[in-house]
C-alpha cells in the first residue's frame, strides 16, 4: 500500500520553530520528487508550494514567502522528508501536505502520483 505519512505540525508561537517529517512507504522513494504544499483556513492551496525538493537531492525550491526560513531535507535510506521552519509567522498557519512526484516539475499538488493527509501547524501571536 502506498502512503504519505506527515508529522510535526502542532501549535507554536511566532518566531518559533517546528520540523515536519513526511514518511513514505509502498514505492521507490528514490525515484520521486517530494513536495510540501499548504492551505490556510479559508483560502486555496498555495498553488507553486511551499518547498519541494527533487529526486536527487541536487533540486530544490522555496516560495518567496518562506526563503531564508524554512529548509529542506531528504533521507533516501529512510524514506523520509524533513520541513525544517523557522521564524515562523502567524500567515504560515496552514495543513500541510506532502506530496511524491515522478519526474518534473517536482512542484506539482494536482497531477502529483501520491498526496498525504497533512498536518496542522498553527502559529499564535
Known amino acids: 500500500e502506498v502512503q504519505l505519512v506527515e508529522s510535526g505540525g502542532g501549535l507554536v508561537q511566532a518566531g518559533g520553530s517546528l520540523r515536519l517529517s513526511c514518511v513514505a512507504s509502498?514505492?521507490?522513494?528514490?525515484?520521486?520528487?517530494i513536495g510540501w504544499f499548504r492551505q490556510a483556513p479559508g483560502k486555496e492551496r498555495e498553488g507553486d508550494g511551499v518547498?519541494?525538493?527533487?529526486?536527487?537531492?541536487?533540486?530544490?525550491y522555496y516560495a518567496d514567502s518562506v526563503k531564508g526560513r524554512f529548509t529542506i531535507s531528504r533521507d533516501n535510506a529512510k524514506n523520509m522528508v524533513y520541513l525544517q521552519m523557522n521564524s515562523l509567522k502567524p500567515e504560515d498557519t496552514a495543513v500541510y501536505y506532502c506530496?511524491?512526484?515522478?519526474?518534473?516539475?517536482?512542484?506539482?499538488?494536482?497531477?502529483?502520483?501520491?498526496r498525504g493527509q497533512g498536518t496542522q501547524v498553527t502559529v499564535s501571536t
Open positions: 518547498s519541494c525538493i527533487s529526486s536527487s537531492d541536487v533540486v530544490t
Open positions: 509502498g514505492f521507490t522513494f528514490d525515484d520521486y520528487a
Open positions: 506530496t511524491a512526484v515522478r519526474g518534473t516539475p517536482i512542484c506539482d499538488y494536482v497531477d502529483a502520483d501520491y
